[in-house]
């Protein structure tokens, strides 16, 4: 995208007379943006994926490439008007005509399917206002044949998409000649490259952006706004080449007395080498967040002396308290299953001082059927009657106050009793994440600003390996996989219940966060891909992929809360499910039924442009005065106006 | 205790996580200080102390464990608790009623009285019956969902028993002249401004000139309330129409209440309301035909012969429009609930939203949401909104609408109300609000005084038809936030002001009661109308009735509600607002309220800059960086009870000004630190 592109939205959003506000909030950043981006951008693609310029900031030679016309990839045909508007990178891989798209909401559709190495894309023939259906084939987790060649009635031969974001597609195709057979292999290969042995299409998507968002998190530059290191927290580089936990990032913050022996100890003595480290730390009572895995205790109740000193030094570290919290996300009858498998959780006895908390968080088993349910009751169509206790059923919202609440103690914990409090689950990497970051998020305002909330999902999620590569299942055809679940969702859903209560206390707004999961599964940025830093450092995502925060940031005034008004402090949300509520805005976006939740924001916006407008005319005035005091021409005589210096 | 709320503590918080944390911690009655013997109840001119209790412990429901003390007391018009613990007026920041104390209940909001047996254990008392015993504390549960406990274990013997004795008789009289207002002494000079009363007949022509409605004509048949006591003395019918048919056809309707016109478009299509034909007409012929039957079948094809007094009243309505297009008659009774079935429904929702303890929050938050579909209410909502979209569409299409109910008095008051707010944007300012609550609920006869229960009277059926109505509203200002001048606050302080007992707006069945009452010599009373919002509150809290969203010219002209369940919620700030557990700290909907009324501010002092700039003059310093005052609010603002916020008059009284919107510096400085206010 050149400048121009990024001045015209930028202006497009400070424009808040159009209607931008409307379709922002409904938030299809995927359906709306993406239409009017790749228009801007037009037919430019580029040869190949290798014209990388570092970290994609922008070079001179890249501006002069994008402003020359289109480069017609060897092979494909010129651009025609039905073709789909393209990303630079994004090739069309196969067309189907007369075909049926069957909506659940304004009935069947005819027109012409096209499928990328990117997305999916439907554009209709038969109405007077062309209509268009795009989906990203990240999002995709089934594809699947409807009827054969024998199947009669209307539509009954076609195809069916099932979507990672919470809609199924059908389409409707001609009996004759095979016609679905080309876009359905071409849907399989390019929504499961990984399954076909193809590149995810982040590998091959080349626009660049002014921000460069690889940058977003600094391991050493976040430790020190956090004051670290200091005399009771040092910065550790031994997992340097991951070396000691390879799901860990490579910079770490443990106790200043812990020694490398020490590390390597413990290590031993948690799930997958997952140590307690540091995530946060209190700028006044020292008092600190630490997350870890669960502790290999077993059946037999095995204790490391290393792992109790190295706890007692997280405690020591904590002047202001002698005693420390262990909140162990999972309910106390999975904790001890654990056990079974050689995990398990301290004893009070064997960690003096310290007082273990459960959570009641289920595993990721629970939390995917409870999505699964969701879906059933929100799409296509939403049974009215049962509303409510459909929802309750579904047990999601449960689900999230649990979290909350899990989170809303850690806080609680560490601002009020001064307490330093360490997470953990079983292997520290799902609803430790959450915690510890839905905590960080009340307690530290930083992270409430967009910088700060990239900041937070590079840290705790990316960096400490929440494997994001089985829990979205990018690129893969395994869509039964019982590694697959949304945690990640969930630990947004929660942000969002906070941006409900708390509508002031965040920079960002629900655009923002629909964004963010919109290219969690869409697969364009290399932001999500990979289990771990170790995998994405092996894999050079960082010099071959564009990062979500460079897309984000480059517009980030479409990402903007109007009302936010920065300020310190702790979050207080109450874990009710009185004060909870489906996110209406993200379940049931695709139902047409449903009104954005937001139209406050619009009368917002109009009035903050207003208020720029009269700013910019107040400088004006006073430049002009001050133009006419310097050639000596006083204003106009206005005799009770003597003119003070 | 309550004053020195000092930063440090309002900083720290406990998470809510269940309720083992913090279950029955046992609610120990602390003795903080002596009790105050010099403490007494503000009394209101003509109000009269019935019984007093001392050394009583107040409560706040799942809040606090340590009481409050004071002295409780009963008059006839209030239940009265003052303590020597009570806040400064002005640094509570909340609501203040001129009327009532911030612990004060008016005895017509008094629903259900309980008689603690034990911690957690209560027995609920009738009205009228007479306690003998002991009486160790009270629990009130109020119409507006309040609750207040009260403990006598540091009363002097005899108090609770005398107390609750009083309180059991005064809060449900059996008759109408023993309410307050018939009491109130205090002179009344009428400051309400231009509301339409609708009680004469210049008020309905206006509202005829006012619509352009054409076809349709002031009839005097009820002068005197001759044709029917419910409705109002000036009619307007079908110009069509006779008065000796009017006459005649009104005796086969209930109440004799004939099709009478409410509203018309600017294209000629009327909205009507009319009640059930009696059923116990014995002409065969108008037996025949039911109104469904005629929905179904269309009215023109009706055989002349076998017309009733109803499809005789509907052919006059049919030439009352331009294009003589059939009416379209709206069935009210099958179709949405009665006044018993909303009744409850409230209940219902009543007990979800006044839990007993802590331990019980906690249990109903696992089936919260079940709970509230079952109680029905929200679907109610829904019901009554389709129900008015409907009606809205018909009329868009230039279609007469006649809604049909039972009495005419109960869902014909609030679909016909909310119609009107859909399809004519004069009804959603705050004055066209009240005209419309004239118009619609206190002239043509909706029984407040029956509904609201002010009155004990097993015979009625209360029921609380004017919430539901002011929760659809809520509705529609939480789809269309910009449409209306009105807040939520406004609604809510509505319904609270619903069992107030001073003013008549909402006092009578009819107005024919309330010309009865006002003429009757023996017993006096002067007519206060709850429009004349200055009497009851301060500057201050009227401002926040305005919305700062409010922009009539971006708003749509007719309202496409969304009505289904999904697209509804459930309204917190007037159901929530007892419960402190829910209570943000700097959190909920007032941030938005307050950040927008600071944003006017702004955008006023700036307008102020540009026109001193362009006048040539130099502005003067401001002073930005004045002191930073720690403005907060909580989520239940402006109905906190919690904690004290202090919000700057300045702020509230100038910003909303929109037109003559020149704010003082001041008032920038006050919202400049609300928005730099740290915590």
Redo the contacts between chains.
């Keep these: 995208m050149d400048r121009k592109t990024v001045d015209f939205e930028a202006s497009r959003s400070k424009d808040a007379s159009s209607d931008s506000l409307g379709s922002d909030s409904k938030s299809s950043s995927l359906n709306s943006k993406l239409g009017q981006e790749s228009a801007s951008s037009g037919k430019v693609s580029y040869t190949s994926a290798s014209t990388t310029s570092i970290g994609n900031m922008m070079t001179a030679a890249d501006k002069l490439r994008s402003k020359q016309p289109s480069i017609v990839e060897p092979g494909q045909p010129a651009s025609r008007p039905d073709d789909p508007p393209l990303l630079p990178g994004e090739k069309v891989m196969g067309v189907a005509r007369e075909v049926t798209y069957l909506c659940p909401y304004s009935g069947p559709a005819r027109g012409v399917l096209s499928v990328t190495n990117y997305k999916l894309h439907f554009r209709s023939m038969d109405r007077d206002t062309p209509y268009v259906v795009e989906v990203p084939l990240g999002v995709v987790s089934r594809v699947e044949k409807v009827g054969g060649q024998s199947s009669r009635g209307e539509n009954s031969y076609g195809i069916e998409l099932f979507c990672k974001d919470m809609r199924n597609l059908r389409f409707g195709h001609k009996q004759e000649n095979h016609s679905r057979r080309n876009v359905f292999e071409k849907l399989q290969q390019y929504a499961f490259p990984l399954s076909h042995k193809l590149p995810l299409f982040a590998f091959d998507y080349s626009e660049t952006f002014p921000e460069n968002g690889w940058n977003a998190l600094e391991p050493i530059a976040e430790f020190k706004r956090m004051g670290v290191p200091n005399d009771m927290w040092k910065i550790t580089k031994i997992n340097e080449h991951y070396e000691i936990c390879d799901s860990y990032p490579a910079v770490w913050a443990i106790p200043a007395a812990a020694t490398d022996d020490d590390v390597r100890a413990v290590a031993g003595f948690r799930s997958r080498a997952r140590i307690p480290v540091l995530s946060w730390i209190h700028p006044e009572s020292q008092a600190t967040i630490c997350r870890c895995s669960q502790p290999l205790v077993g059946v037999g109740g095995k204790r490391c002396r290393e792992d109790e000193r190295y706890i007692q030094l997280i405690m020591d570290a904590n002047a202001q308290s002698h005693k420390l919290y262990i909140m162990d996300a999972r309910p106390s009858a999975n904790a001890i299953a654990n056990k079974a498998k050689g995990g398990g959780y301290e004893s009070e006895d064997a960690y003096q001082n310290a007082e273990l908390v459960f959570?009641d968080i289920h595993n990721i088993h629970v939390m995917r059927e409870s999505l699964r349910k969701l879906k059933e009751l929100c799409f296509p169509n939403?049974e009215?009657?049962?509303?409510?206790?459909g929802?309750?059923a579904t047990y999601w919202?449960?689900h999230i106050?649990y979290i909350l609440?899990?989170a809303?103690?850690i806080?609680?914990r560490v601002?009020?009793h001064k307490t330093s409090v360490l997470v953990h689950c079983s292997d520290g990497w799902d609803r430790t994440a959450q915690l510890t970051a839905l905590a960080m998020l009340l307690l530290d305002p930083y992270y409430r600003t967009i910088k700060g909330f990239e900041v937070l999902i590079e840290k705790e999620w990316l960096s400490f390996g929440h494997k994001f590569q089985q829990r979205i299942g990018h690129g893969d055809d395994h869509h039964s996989d019982a590694d697959r679940s949304p945690v990640f969702l969930q630990f947004m859903d929660c942000v969002w219940q906070l941006t409900q209560?708390?509508?002031?206390?965040f920079q960002f707004n629900e655009t923002f966060l629909i964004t963010i999961l919109d290219h969690l599964y869409s697969c364009r940025f290399g932001t999500f891909l990979y289990n771990s830093d170790r995998e994405r450092v092996q894999e050079n995502v960082k010099q071959r992929t564009v990062s979500l925060w460079s897309y984000i940031n480059s517009s980030i005034d479409n990402y903007r809360n109007p009302?936010y008004?920065p300020?310190?402090?702790?979050?207080?949300?109450?874990?009710?499910?009185?004060?909870i509520?489906l996110w209406?805005g993200l379940y049931?976006r695709w139902n047409p039924?449903?009104?954005p939740q937001d139209?406050?924001y619009?009368?917002?916006r109009?009035?903050?442009v207003?208020?720029e407008q009269?700013?910019k005319?107040?400088d004006e005035?006073?430049q002009e005065?001050k133009a006419r005091v310097s050639r000596n021409m006083p204003?106009?005589p206005?005799l009770a106006?003597p003119?003070?210096s | 205790m309550f004053k020195t709320h000092d930063k440090r503590v309002s900083?720290?918080?406990?998470?809510?996580?269940?309720f083992n944390d913090q279950e029955n911690k046992d609610v120990d009655i602390g003795l903080e200080e002596n009790f105050d013997e010099t403490l007494n109840t503000r009394l209101l001119a003509g109000e009269a102390v019935v019984a007093e209790a001392q050394n009583v412990l107040m409560f706040a429901p799942l809040s606090e464990k340590k009481g409050k003390s004071g002295i409780l007391t009963v008059t006839n018009f209030k239940l009265s608790f003052v303590t020597t613990e009570e806040r400064p007026r002005d640094e509570r920041g909340l609501q203040e009623n001129l009327l009532l104390g911030e612990y004060d209940v008016c005895l017509a909001n008094v629903d259900e009285i309980y008689q603690m047996i034990d911690k957690d254990k209560r027995r609920k008392m009738m009205p009228g019956n007479n306690i003998s015993g002991k009486v160790k504390g009270l629990y009130i549960v109020c119409k507006n969902m309040r609750v207040i406990q009260f403990s006598f274990k540091f009363s002097p013997v005899g108090h609770g028993k005398t107390l609750t004795n009083a309180l059991l008789h005064h809060a449900f009289p059996r008759k109408h002249h023993l309410l307050f207002a018939y009491d109130f002494r205090e002179r009344y000079y009428n400051s309400q401004g231009p509301v339409t009363m609708f009680n004469e007949k210049k008020d309905w022509e206006k509202e005829i000139r006012r619509t352009g409605a054409v076809g349709w004509k002031l009839s005097d048949v009820n002068q005197g309330f001759q044709l029917s006591t419910s409705l109002p003395q000036c009619l307007v019918v079908p110009d069509a129409l006779v008065d000796y048919q009017l006459t005649e056809a009104a005796r086969h309707f209930r109440c004799n209440r004939p099709p009478t016109w409410c509203w018309s478009s600017s294209h000629g299509a009327a909205l009507v309301r009319m009640a059930d034909l009696l059923p116990t007409i014995t002409d065969s012929r108008m037996l025949v035909i039911q109104p469904s039957v005629i929905r179904h079948s269309g009215l023109s094809n009706i055989i002349p012969e076998t017309r009733t007094p109803e499809n005789i009243m509907l052919e006059n309505v049919r030439k009352g429009h331009p294009q003589r297009t059939q009416p379209e008659l709206m069935e009210l009774t099958q179709d949405l609930p009665s006044p018993k079935d909303v009744y409850g429904s409230y209940c219902k929702l009543r007990d979800l939203c006044t839990p007993d303890n802590v331990r019980q929050?906690w249990i109903q938050?696992?089936?919260?949401?079940?709970q509230?579909?079952?109680s029905k209410w929200?679907?109610t909502v829904?019901a009554c909104l389709t129900k008015a979209a409907k009606a809205a569409t018909f009329l868009q299409d230039n279609i007469t609408v006649v809604l049909q109910e039972a009495d005419g008095r109960d869902m014909s008051c609030l679909i016909s109300s909310l119609t009107q707010l859909l399809v004519d944007a004069h009804f959603r300012t705050i004055l066209g609000f009240q005209t419309l609550l004239q118009k619609e609920w206190i002239a043509m006869g909706h029984p407040f005084c029956s509904r609201l229960g002010h009155i004990l009277n097993p015979e009625v059926q209360q029921s609380p038809i004017l919430l539901l109505f002011l929760d659809c509203v809520w509705q529609l200002l939480r789809?269309?936030?910009?449409a209306f001048e009105f807040t939520e606050t406004y609604l809510t302080t509505l319904w609270d002001c619903a069992h107030i007992t001073v003013f008549d707006t909402f006092l009578f069945d009819c107005e024919h009661e309330r010309q009865n009452a006002s003429q009757d010599q023996s017993k006096k009373i002067t007519l206060r109308s709850l429009w004349d919002w200055g009497e009851q509150f301060l500057e201050k809290d009227i401002a926040l009735f305005r919305s700062p969203?409010y922009?009539p010219s971006?708003s749509e002209a007719v309202l496409n509600v969304?009505c289904?369940?999904?697209?509804l919620?459930?309204w917190?700030q007037c159901f929530?607002r007892w419960?402190p557990?829910?209570?943000?700290?700097?959190?909920?909907?007032p941030?938005?309220d307050l950040?927008?009324r600071a944003?006017?501010a702004?955008?006023d002092y700036?307008?102020e800059?540009?026109a001193e700039?362009?006048?040539?003059?130099?502005?003067s310093n401001h002073r930005l960086c004045a002191k930073l005052s720690k403005q907060r609010v909580t989520?239940f603002f402006p109905f906190s009870a919690t904690i004290d916020p202090v919000i700057s008059p300045a702020l509230l009284n100038s910003t909303l000004a929109l037109n003559n919107s020149f704010v003082s510096n001041e008032a920038l400085l006050d919202s400049q630190s609300l928005?730099n206010?740290?915590?």
């Design positions: 959570l939403i009215e009657s049962r509303w409510l206790s929802i309750e919202l449960k106050k609440a899990g809303c103690r806080a609680n601002e009020t209560m708390f509508p002031n206390a009302l008004l300020r310190p402090g702790v979050l207080e949300p109450v874990g009710s499910i009185r004060l509520s209406k049931c039924g449903m009104r139209p406050i619009q009368r917002i109009e009035l903050l207003l208020k009269l700013e005319q107040v005035c006073k005065q204003t106009p206005r106006s003119v003070h | 900083m720290s918080f406990r998470s809510y996580v269940g929050f938050d696992n089936h919260f949401l079940s509230v579909e079952s929200l679907t829904s789809q269309f936030p910009s969203l922009h971006k969304l289904s369940l999904p697209n919620a459930l917190s929530f419960i557990i829910l209570e943000l700290k700097a959190g909920g909907y941030q938005i950040g927008v944003l006017h702004q955008i700036l307008r800059q540009l700039a362009k006048a040539g003059e130099r502005t989520s928005l206010a740290p915590d």
